[in-house]
């Protein structure tokens, strides 16, 4: 049985940064994707099992980063220069397949969520 757990949210200003972990139960590719109030829930990056390759969003690319530590099975998101459209429940998600694209079907498990309030 996969598990993943998020933290980390909270509530920070504009401008201001944001790291969130997820802590999984094995080493599998991972994604993150968010959902705003009202919105459908949206791709936000991932990275491939080993670490060497990332994908994002255009709506995030050089704001936020991805990496992960395989010694501890965790995957983070840097959050920076975050902007009040950023606010949203972060999800991370875990393709067994290896294949960290950025199709939401394509994850088998998800963790419960956290989250990330920006304020301007």
């Known amino acids: 049985q996969v598990q993943l757990v998020e933290s980390g949210g909270g509530l920070v200003q504009a401008g201001g940064s944001l790291r969130l972990s997820c802590a999984a139960s094995?080493?599998?590719?991972m994604g993150w994707f968010r959902q705003a109030p009202g919105k459908e829930r949206e791709f936000v990056g991932s990275?491939?099992?080993?670490?060497?390759?990332?994908n994002y969003a255009d709506s995030v690319k050089g704001r936020f980063a991805i990496s992960r530590d395989n010694t501890k099975n965790t995957v983070y998101l840097q959050m920076n220069s975050l902007k009040s459209e950023d606010t949203a429940v972060y999800y991370c998600?875990?393709?067994?397949?290896?294949?960290?694209?950025?199709?939401?079907?394509?994850?088998?498990?998800w963790g419960q969520g956290t989250q990330v309030t920006v304020s301007s």
């Open positions: 094995g080493r599998y590719a």
């Open positions: 998600a875990a393709d067994l397949k290896g294949r960290y694209t950025d199709r939401e079907m394509e994850y088998e498990y």
């Open positions: 990275i491939s099992w080993s670490g060497v390759y990332t």
